[in-house]
């Protein structure tokens, strides 16, 4: 028998959907997978050759577990100068990916059976590492109208004796939208009123569009900062996704915690990983403005592409890589005998009829979208695009 906790955990649906394209394509069908969670570039040259010269200058050794001081003090100097936030070396924690900082968070955190507040639509896997270390995600939806953000009326609602966290995704998988300082200070207060941590995930700051830009919670003021737990790293503004290096910023003693709580799980993250991840971090950031403006031109054309397709909406992102796409509209109808009815639905039928692969919003907790991510070339999102228009034209 397997463990009752281990079996309450559902797999990665956006993994999934993006291996079942991945196969397709293997098998030698012409898919456009608008799925993937991760940049299409590749790592920049130069955070490459530190990683190559890491191997050849034998640094191939286990390191302290939270990471070597050059790069926790790398990230406090990244961390000052992009956020105004003043973190010391011993506050910072890097392990192997956000996911598994996450995970070291949250069992840091958390006693059995208290809650965390997860504002839907969400990143699938919070649920699922609260989850893992006892907790119990509350997902509290929130409303297009507020572009998806949550709102102090919202959290009070959600909140109980429980409560031992809010999570804030900013800039959001799936939703792309980017909390404001005025929104954040909202949550602040409500967070320092109660004293209840905030886990605030900012991966993707550096994918910012337009007018926007970042703010982390924790730069607020003090009190907020002392609850925060920053999460952050470079997988997706350095197209580093496999190199699986990620870090937290927080106070020292939950700091300390989550270190020791990962020298018995992991040990350090990877060395030559970490070697590259300073290259990022302390090298010409020309690479990232690049990227930046490649999504920036495929987020217009998706965005413009949506809202002039009939049956189709989304409210235009304004960080990271996705468009969330309101498909609600189609569920009375189908194609060839087979009904459309909810997005899972759609994505299915999509992918084998039109062989598009988009993940359904079930798994995100908003059953009426489905992510559409521009991580892929230009001409394969402007086939992929005109696919879909023909698979909805086609729908009776
Ligand atoms: C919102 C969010 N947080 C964290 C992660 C995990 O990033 P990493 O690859 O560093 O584990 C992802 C990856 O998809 C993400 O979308």
């Known amino acids: 028998m397997l463990s009752k906790k281990a079996q309450s955990i559902s797999p990665s649906p956006t993994l999934a959907i993006d291996a079942k394209a991945k196969k397709m394509k293997a098998d030698g069908v012409d898919v ?41 003090q790398a990230i406090c100097e990244k961390l000052q100068a992009d956020n105004g936030l003043t973190y ?34 969400y990143w699938v896997s919070y649920s699922e590492i609260v989850k893992l270390n006892d ?16 709102t102090p009326l919202e959290l009070a609602g959600a909140v109980t004796s429980k409560t031992k966290a809010i999570l804030i995704n900013s ?56 609850l925060t737990i920053v999460i952050n790293g470079v997988s997706k ?21 989550m270190s020791s709580i990962q020298s018995h799980a992991t040990s350090n993250p990877n060395s030559i990983a970490q070697k590259a991840t300073i290259a990022a971090l302390t090298g010409s950031q020309q690479c990232v403005a690049d990227m930046k403006v490649a999504f920036s031109q495929r987020r217009d054309y998706m965005v413009d592409k949506i809202s002039a397709t009939p049956g189709l909406s989304c409210i235009e992102p304004t960080g990271a890589f996705y468009v969330f796409m309101d498909v609600s509209s189609l569920f009375e109808r189908s194609l060839n005998g087979q009904a459309v009815q909810t997005s899972d639905n759609f994505a299915a039928l999509l992918l084998e009829q039109a062989k ?41």
Request: charged share 20%; hydrophobic share 40%.
């Open 32 to 72: 456009i997978g608008f799925g993937a969670g991760e940049p299409d570039f590749d790592t920049p040259e130069h955070i490459k050759d530190a990683a190559v010269s890491a191997i050849h200058d034998g640094f191939t050794r286990y390191t302290p577990v939270a990471g070597m001081l050059d790069l926790q």
């Open 88 to 121: 010391q070396p011993n506050e910072i924690v890097v392990s192997n990916g956000a996911k598994h900082s996450l995970t070291n968070v949250f069992a840091a955190l958390l006693n059995p059976g208290d809650e965390v507040i997860i504002p839907a639509p």
């Open 135 to 150: 907790g119990v995600p509350v997902i509290v939806p929130t409303q297009a109208e507020n572009n998806f953000k949550i």
């Open 171 to 226: 800039p959001n998988n799936p939703t792309g939208q980017v909390y404001t300082a005025k929104e954040l200070q909202a949550v602040a207060d409500f967070a320092v009123a109660r004293n209840l941590y905030v886990v605030s995930d900012e991966i993707y700051e550096k994918l910012i569009y337009g007018e926007h830009e970042h703010v982390s919670i924790a730069s607020l003021n003090e009190k907020i900062k002392d």
């Open 237 to 257: 503004s350095y197209a580093m996704t496999g190199w699986r290096i990620g870090y937290t910023a927080c106070r020292a003693d939950i700091a300390k915690t």
């Open 356 to 396: 598009v692969a988009v993940v359904p919003g079930t798994g995100f907790g908003a059953p009426n979208y489905v992510r559409l991510s521009y991580a892929l070339g230009m001409e394969q999102i402007k086939t992929g695009m005109t696919r879909i228009e023909n698979f909805i034209n086609q729908l009776k």
